[in-house]
């Protein structure tokens, strides 16, 4: 377990390094207030956990600390820094008016280890995602305050053609084209940006998910230890993959300035999709046991974040759709349908899976009624 | 790590180069009279009474059938000792003491080749049950029921495979008793009145390959044939080497001989042989003696009955006396761990395995799934876990604890460093409450 974990933690390490080169004090900062906020939680959690039992007598302070303290493993430092990191990498950089940072950082934290893990009965027990719950948390309570301005004019990383407040994802809900939907409209604001930036990370976003390149070097050494469940990473990207690649064939027919190519880099390497399906969606213990399970996880996680990233108000789907998926991988696992076999019924809720979102995209982006000028 | 496993390290080492080493017989043997698949027991003889090797002193009663126990040294009987069993249990041994003149029981007397010839299935079973000839791999599943299948039989097995980590005693069988196992290959396809016969080895194993490359020249038209199969863990589960060596698969609930196949590890040919042969049962056994902890691993030819402590000893005892040690009779995967040295020798053991202990805290399972994806026989050790843990009956009984071939790789695999199979094991009790 410790060498799982540390494995992850080292296919992070490029990431982290990026982002505190790129982003300079302040992605350090983030990243040791929620490390810190996080192993303090998880500390003073072994401590209450492993409390000497009531035996009539009384104990001192210091009994009760040390009855924590001989508790507390590796694992209880490597679980919650590995949260914490995942975390900050998935916050931005600064807020605007700056002070809200600590407190958003401080909150989310807090909340993503408690209420995401602790309450459960610490590692292997928790249903959620302490870093996707933290920052969806964050989100909706500081959502409006981030700022991902500030950090991108005092780098020099970035290009600066162009004037943004926001990321790709929160810009595009500004744009609209005539005689079609919002929903397909909303694409016309992809050509802005370059799929070379995206993919290098020279465009506003949160510190850890723009860098894509780390990731993937992440992903081929987390594949390659065996530390992640390849099914769920197949799965998950193959059906985000899919599903894109049928709206994006709606979008570039109604949209002539857009390419297919285009549409599809912008989708693959736009937001968090990459972050999340490498090292947030492969949680072992927030996702189900079985093979199978395992496959209709990743395929329910792709469709759920096409579906908030084209129809939802939320411009950015990848940790919501983790949380929804984690409250799933129960009823994935109970034990009349699980079970190891690949069973035709499977495949077909497998199928299903995939095919009725896609049947709802396609219906929406052909006939939403248009935007009146 | 997420992933099937199925290599595990197999440390052997350089141990089945070494020849076989003759134990002394020891001035005192001990006899088991029950065992694991034999709750009670009668014996035939009293103190003081004289016996001779072979001869009958008690009947060891099973549920579906009885075993004769057989004298391994010639001497008098001087009374009962507990001690420990294979199986880890306190038993009753009866204890023999030795006169060294190695006399065999007047019943013990070699059958002419005329004799055999004319035997048949149930001969065959005939005398195997006399000589109390069981499944000498560790499984010591009587013999002769294997024999009493009405059932056409189209290729026999030869499992030689010995696929736990440490042990190499099968490996030495091979390469000293090939003349008696081609012998007992041969009663074997007369009894099933069939002529494909395969012995199962790792395919990893070049030397034992090349060796009975050369000599299975001689038997050339008898369908005597070395197989290699695969180097995974566990090739030697029954169910494993006939799907590797014969592509047939068996479902989890039937019997080998109902497609047509039987198997037999290497060392009961050889007790086969010498049952048909010479009519006499197993009062020799190979054994390895091996483990990190022990100073010099050796593989011995012992007599049943010897005790292990007398063995440790010619091995030059243990390498690092100040640690902790573990006892593993059978393999390490498998065996059962045992809380004493004080142990015997029965005709099933197949090795002694030392290990230095070794402090592993459990971890919480991080739900990784490598048990799932490990385990040869389709089960979810850790949805049985929860179940057992939880002690939820019915749950329990719908994962089919009963089919776990207690392998042990999801043990093995566990990242969390959990015990998984005790909790199968647990398992199997629970299912079996009504
Ligand atoms: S011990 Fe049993 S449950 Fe565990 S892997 Fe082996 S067969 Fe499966
Ligand atoms: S019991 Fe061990 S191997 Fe099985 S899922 Fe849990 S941590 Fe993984």
């Known amino acids: 377990m410790a060498r799982m974990l540390g494995d992850v933690l080292i296919a992070l390490a490029p990431t982290v390094v990026m982002a505190i080169v790129v982003f300079g004090l302040a992605a350090f900062r983030n990243l040791a207030i929620s490390v810190a906020v996080m192993c303090l939680a998880e500390f003073v959690y072994v401590l209450i956990r492993n409390r000497i039992p009531y035996d009539g007598k009384k104990h001192t302070f210091k009994e009760q600390w040390k009855a924590g303290v001989s508790k507390y493993t590796i694992n209880n430092f490597l679980a919650p820094c590995l949260s914490g990191v995942i975390f900050a990498l998935i916050m931005p950089a600064s807020t605007n008016p700056g002070y809200v940072i600590y407190v958003a950082l401080i909150v989310g934290a807090l909340v993503g280890i408690v209420i995401g893990k602790l309450v459960f009965g610490g590692t292997g027990s928790n249903i959620f995602n302490p870093a996707a719950l933290g920052m969806v948390f964050t989100k909706l309570c500081f959502g409006s305050k981030f700022d991902y301005e500030s950090n991108y004019y005092e780098s020099n990383y970035f290009i600066t053609n162009i004037a943004t407040g926001g990321t790709p994802l929160t810009n595009l809900g500004s744009y609209t084209y005539p005689g079609v939907s919002n929903y397909v409209g909303q694409f016309a604001g992809i050509n802005d940006y370059s799929i070379l930036d995206l993919f290098l990370g020279r465009v506003p976003g949160m510190i850890g998910e723009v860098f894509k390149i780390t990731i993937l070097v992440g992903m081929i050494y987390l594949l390659f230890r065996h530390a992640i469940d390849f099914r769920v990473l197949v799965s998950y990207l193959g059906c985000y993959a899919f599903l894109m690649a049928l709206a994006g064939i709606i979008v570039c027919n109604k949209i002539p300035t857009v390419s297919f190519g285009q549409f599809m880099g912008f989708a693959m390497f736009s937001g968090g999709v990459l972050f999340g399906a490498v090292f947030m969606f492969t949680d072992p213990v927030t996702m189900p046991i079985d093979s199978p399970s395992r496959v209709m996880y990743g395929l329910l996680g792709g469709a759920l974040t096409v579906i908030i990233r084209i129809f939802g108000a939320l411009p950015e789907g990848v940790a919501f759709s983790i949380l929804l998926c984690n409250m799933m991988a129960p009823v994935l696992d109970y034990p009349a349908w699980s079970g190891r076999e690949y069973t035709k019924k499977k495949v077909a809720v497998m199928a299903s899976i995939v095919l009725i979102p896609a049947i709802i995209l396609v219906l929406a982006l052909l006939f939403a009624p248009e935007v009146k000028a | ?434």
């Open chain 2, 1 to 434: 790590m997420i992933c099937k496993s199925t290599t595990i390290k197999d440390s052997k080492g350089l141990l089945g180069r070494l020849p076989t080493l003759k134990a002394d017989v020891p001035e005192f043997v001990f006899i088991a009279t029950d065992n694991a698949r034999c709750p009670a027991s009668e014996v035939y003889v009293k103190e003081g009474d004289h016996v001779k090797i072979g001869q009958v002193i008690g009947l060891r009663k099973g549920p579906f059938f009885e075993q004769p126990i057989h004298a391994t040294v010639s001497g008098t009987m001087v009374g009962y000792e507990k001690h420990y069993h294979r199986s880890g249990k306190l038993v009753n041994f009866i204890k023999l003491q030795n006169d060294f003149k190695e006399e065999w029981d007047p019943s013990c007397s070699p059958r002419s080749d005329e004799e055999i010839a004319k035997l048949d299935r149930k001969g065959f079973a005939e005398i195997l049950k006399a000589n109390s000839s069981v499944g000498l791999g560790g499984s010591s599943f009587p013999t002769y029921v294997k024999f009493q299948t009405e059932a056409k039989i189209g290729t026999i097995l030869v499992n030689a495979i010995e696929c736990e980590p440490y042990i190499t005693a099968d490996h030495r069988i091979m390469l000293e008793e090939m003349e008696k196992i081609i012998g007992g290959i041969r009663y074997l396809q007369q009894a099933f009145d069939c002529k494909n016969a395969y012995i199962c080895v790792k395919a990893k194993y070049t030397d034992l390959r090349q060796v009975y490359g050369a000599f299975l020249k001689r038997y050339k038209d008898e369908g005597i044939k070395l197989k290699a199969v695969g180097n995974f863990y566990p090739q030697g589960w029954e169910i494993a080497m006939i799907r590797s060596a014969t592509g047939i698969k068996i479902p989890s609930g039937h019997l080998p001989s109902e497609f047509g196949i039987v198997d037999f590890n290497v060392s009961t040919v050889v007790g086969i042989y010498d049952s048909v042969k010479y009519n006499r049962p197993v009062t020799d056994r190979l054994i390895s003696i091996t483990g990190d902890g022990i100073r010099y691993p050796s593989n011995f030819k012992v007599r049943v009955g010897t005790p292990i402590r007398s063995l440790l000893e010619r091995c030059g005892g243990y390498k690092h006396p100040e640690k902790d040690k573990i006892l593993i009779l059978g393999g390490p995967m498998m065996g059962a761990s045992l809380p004493s040295d004080d142990c015997i020798v029965t005709k099933t053991v197949t090795s002694v395995i030392v290990l230095d202990a070794e402090e592993h805290k459990e971890e919480p399972c991080i739900r990784c799934g490598s048990c799932l994806l490990s385990c040869p026989a389709g089960l979810e050790p850790k949805q049985i876990m929860d179940a057992v843990k939880a002690m939820d009956k019915k749950r329990v009984k719908e994962l089919k604890p009963m089919r776990c071939v207690e392998c042990g790789l999801c043990t093995y695999v566990c990242t969390s460093h959990i015990h998984v199979t005790d909790y199968i094991r647990r398992a199997k009790t629970i299912a079996k409450l009504p």
